[in-house]
Structures are given as structure tokens and as C-alpha cells.
């Protein structure tokens, strides 16, 4: 039998952390003199560290203060941590995947205490089928890694699955492997963005995907 499934992103898309993201990474530059918009910043986010300061700041440059960089934002982000909320319907969009039969997995690229973290603020580990970290992959979106890892840990078969997350980085990994991802604009990317990336369609958060789940494209997995 092959396993279907719902994989999703999880910052911006099941939790409300872009912008937290977007002001830790522009204080973090701000520390080693680099003066990067915010904006600049914020259309990055979905990338992980082994991308985003190359994206930002150019390949062809010094890069011994990344390391230092990327410490600076975890701590500024972690002053967030105990504050930290789920996006409209995160939890309930997640129950209601796994009523249907599907497997719920969550591909995110966050680092493992820090996904302890988001899980404990989703509060929906009792459906969880299967979650990554960043330590189970080599690259971060948009390069695929994440979302074959989440693949290989949940048995997911990838043509019976759906990718849900929130920044054109997450449409653009799932196109790689040629799945479908449904685009949410509670990150702050814009619906026209997400579907010039290539996602299937949109909705504004969590909760906007539920209602219509029975219409959506998650629907062609368990009808």
C-alpha cells in the first residue's frame, strides 16, 4: 500500500515566526556592519543559514563572520521562543488531514530544539506522523533535501502528497520533486508570488485551507 500524505512547512506557515525571523537576521547583520533592508530580508526567509547570508550578501565576498552571523540571530529569535503563537488553524487544519487518512509531516528545516519548540506551540503531536530538522538535510529549500528526508521518515509515497507552506523557496523545493504545494500568505509573500513560483493554488492561513479542504488540491489525495 502507498502512504498519502500532507507535508508542511512550518515557520510562517503553521506558526507565526517570519517577521521574527526577518528582524533577528537584521539585527544579526546590523552586528557585523552589513546593512541589508528588511524587505531584502524577509522575501530570504524560508532559506536556511547555509543560504540565506549568500543570498543576502553575494557569494564572491568574505564569509568568516557567517558563522558568528547565524549564532546572533538564533539568540535574537530564541528571545521569541516562550512567545511564540500558531497561525489560524494550524492545529485543527493538521487533525483534519489525519481524519481524512493522511499522514501528517512536518518538513521543516528548524534546528531540533527549536522544532521541539514549534511542536509544543502547534500542539498537534498526537497526528504528527513523522518531523524533520535541519541535521536531516545537507541543503536547505530551495533546494529538495527537507522534503525527501520528510518523504523517506513518513514512507509518504510523492505522487500521493501535497506540500503545504508559505514562501516561494517551499514552492520551488516541491516543484524538484514534483509535488503539488499549496501556498499560504500568512507568511507574507503574496498570493500572485506564490502562484508564479508554481504553487497550485492559495489561501490566506491554516484556518482558510480548512474550510474549503474538501475543494482543495489536498482533496485529489484522499477522494
Known amino acids: 500500500m502507498t502512504t498519502k ?14 517577521y521574527l525571523h526577518a528582524v533577528a537576521w537584521w539585527e544579526a547583520l546590523r552586528q557585523h556592519d552589513e ?12 532559506m536556511g543559514s547555509d543560504k540565506i ?14 558563522e558568528a552571523m547565524a549564532a546572533a540571530h538564533d539568540v535574537l529569535y530564541g528571545a521569541w521562543w516562550e512567545r511564540l503563537r500558531p497561525l489560524p488553524g494550524a492545529a485543527d487544519l ?53 522534503l525527501q528526508a520528510a518523504l523517506d521518515q513518513s514512507g509518504v509515497d510523492p505522487r500521493q502528497c501535497v506540500f503545504v507552506g508559505d514562501a516561494v523557496w517551499d514552492v520551488k523545493a516541491a516543484a524538484k520533486l514534483g509535488i503539488p504545494c499549496i501556498g499560504l500568505t500568512c507568511g507574507g509573500t503574496s498570493a500572485g508570488e506564490l502562484m508564479a513560483a508554481g504553487a497550485v493554488e492559495t489561501y490566506d492561513d491554516p484556518a482558510a485551507l480548512l474550510a474549503d479542504l474538501d475543494r482543495s488540491a489536498i482533496k485529489n489525495i484522499f477522494s
Do not use: N
Not at 547570508?53 to 557567517?66: A, K, Q, Y
Open 35 to 46: 546593512d541589508v533592508p528588511m524587505a531584502a530580508i524577509h522575501r530570504a526567509i524560508g
Open 94 to 146: 493538521l487533525r483534519a488531514c489525519a481524519d481524512r487518512g493522511l499522514a501528517v509531516v512536518l518538513a521543516s528545516s528548524a534546528k531540533g530544539s527549536e522544532l521541539t519548540k514549534l511542536r509544543r506551540v502547534i500542539d498537534a503531536d498526537d497526528v504528527i506522523t513523522a518531523a524533520t530538522s535541519s541535521a536531516d538535510a545537507d541543503e536547505s529549500k530551495p533546494a529538495p533535501d527537507i
Open 5 to 18: 500524505g500532507v507535508l508542511f512547512d512550518v515557520d510562517g506557515t503553521l506558526v507565526d515566526t517570519t
Open 53 to 66: 547570508l549568500d543570498h543576502l550578501l553575494g557569494e564572491d565576498r568574505d564569509t568568516g563572520d557567517d
